[in-house]
């Protein structure tokens, strides 16, 4: 950073709701425009340039009911000039630089809703990708009640469209949650998390090249993974939130682009978790400290009833490697100021809701899937899923209903989010190998056995983390649609530099 930030000066936003523009018989209809704008993100800081959805940053928050099916048009309004610099050595063909295409992360959505990422379009539609279809998204959202997220997808340059700013969440609400009398209202509050870097004059920072370029790489060239000095809450720079004595829901989304976090307390207090990725969970889990890559989410209570009048940070420990003058450990502040307004009658519920394990009696399919690192032509490291890049032909083809296993294998020395669309997964197991022994000779000598996910793992989820010299086992059924997705890293700058594959779902009937 070159300036110092003072922390806590400003306090958090809440994400407004959008209103629909008009009801229509096949549900309300939206309009959202993503344009470039200015918005304040610190007190001492100049207005930032930003992308973002009707002209703020997060998105405006979309709060829909389960089986209330809505449309969105999502207007691309932006310059013909990108924000951030772009490479275009890692794109397959010549295609114009601010090119959109949104993605509802978590959703069950027909294929051509989903934001393919070459489904892109520019202003006006003017020119549109291999696989654009339609204008004007349909969500049916079925789903059980979920926090959700929308944000950028646009074919190698997701990461500079999102760290530009656009993204936003997206709420489903179903019956189940209203009966488990939660914090509500004023008191559920969704918290975007991120990282970001910034310039003297207060624009965003994005590195062109990696640090010590060699002089062959390309310029703009890819970095292997951003890190932002800086941590910011919907849209503010480590906020402050006024609380009351009393207990507050969050829905907590780790936006970043490559950074994820070990989120606890100083005051040692604990969260409640009481949902993942896909909704609820069976029963609510304490936890002392949360974990969350890129794209998870936790929806979480927080009780401030015994710590009226104190101050409490919101930490992001970052282990004993870290330098000093690290300041992303500090993620916001909550001041248990208010008085209460009234007595607290919500609760911390012990059993949530039901959750039906996947039968795995008739298991038609086993992938066996590696994450593989290998080098591109210009010596930069290219990190792959099962060997294979974007353009490759698709592998990944389950049938329409199957349910199927995917073992994902890591075999390198960090963890990776990994995501699937159009489907909610449940973690099986993970188990430990010997990564040094695999890398000498490709044998498979497992150091431990199985283990079951965490106890707030026990949930529907979209992205799971696979960790360094692991297989990750997950089981999945394949509806309620048939078409093209695509499942990847969801490490911005993996996904943009084919960490990323087609998933095509077959209707075996009519086969491709
Ligand atoms: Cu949140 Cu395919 O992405
Ligand atoms: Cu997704
Ligand atoms: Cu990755």
């Known amino acids: 950073m070159n300036r110092k930030l003072k922390k806590f000066v400003d306090r958090l936003p809440i994400l407004k709701t959008l209103k629909p523009k008009r009801k229509e018989k096949n549900g309300d209809y939206y309009e959202v425009r993503m344009v470039e704008f200015e918005q304040k993100l610190h007190r001492d800081l100049n207005p930032t340039k930003l992308w973002g959805y009707n002209a703020r940053f997060p998105g405006p928050l979309f709060d829909v009911n389960q089986g209330n099916p809505i449309q969105v048009k999502w207007i691309n309004d932006l310059p013909d000039k990108h924000l951030l610099p772009i490479d275009r050595s890692i794109l397959h063909h010549d295609i114009p630089d601010v090119r959109t295409v949104v993605h509802l992360h978590g959703s069950e959505t027909q294929s051509d809703s989903d934001g393919y990422p070459e489904a892109w379009y520019t202003k006006n539609f003017k020119s549109v990708g291999e696989f654009f279809t339609r204008k004007v998204y349909e969500y049916p959202n079925h789903q059980r009640g979920a926090t959700l997220w929308y944000h950028d997808h646009a074919m190698g340059i997701t990461r500079l469209n999102v760290y530009a700013g656009l993204a936003g969440m997206y709420i489903i609400r179903d019956k189940q949650e209203t009966t488990l009398n939660l914090p509500k209202d004023q008191y559920e509050i969704p918290l975007m998390i991120i990282d970001r870097s910034f310039n003297e004059d207060g624009s965003l920072s994005y590195p062109s090249q990696p640090n010590n370029p060699q002089e062959s790489l390309p310029n703009p060239s890819i970095i292997p993974f951003f890190l932002g000095d800086t941590i910011l809450v919907n849209g503010k720079v480590w906020p402050f939130l006024e609380v009351e004595p009393r207990k507050y829901r969050f829905r ?252 095509i779902v077959i209707d075996p009937k009519n086969d491709d």
């Open 252 to 503: 907590i989304l780790n936006a970043s682009n490559s950074r994820g976090y070990q989120l606890y307390f100083d005051s040692g207090q604990s969260f409640y978790q009481i949902g993942t990725d896909g909704g609820l969970l069976e029963k609510t889990v304490k936890v002392n400290k949360l974990a969350i890559e890129p794209a998870e989410r936790a929806d979480v209570i927080i009780d401030f009833s015994n710590f009226s009048g104190q101050t409490i940070l919101l930490k992001n420990d970052l282990g004993p490697n870290a330098s000093p003058d690290d300041e992303t450990g500090d993620v916001m502040q909550f001041k248990v100021s208010l008085p209460l307004t009234g007595e607290d009658k919500s609760s911390i519920p012990q059993y949530l809701s039901t959750i039906p394990p996947l039968t795995q009696n008739n298991i038609t399919t086993f992938r066996n899937l590696k994450l593989v690192g290998s080098v591109d032509q210009y010596g930069r490291p290219l990190l792959l899923l099962n060997n294979k890049k974007w353009m490759d032909p698709a592998t990944e083809k389950p049938h329409f209903g199957a349910t199927e296993i995917w073992s994902i294998m890591n075999t390198m020395g960090f963890p990776h989010p990994i995501h699937i669309h159009l489907i909610q997964f449940h973690i099986l197991n993970r188990q430990p190998f010997d990564l040094d022994l695999y890398n000498k000779d490709g044998t498979i000598i497992f150091t431990g056995p199985p283990v079951p996910p965490e106890a707030n793992e026990r949930g529907w989820k979209d992205t799971v983390t696979v960790p360094p010299a692991t297989i990750t086992r997950l089981i999945m059924k394949f509806a309620p649609y048939t078409g093209q997705y695509v499942w990847h890293c969801h490490i911005l700058e993996h996904e943009d530099h084919d960490m990323m594959r087609p998933l």
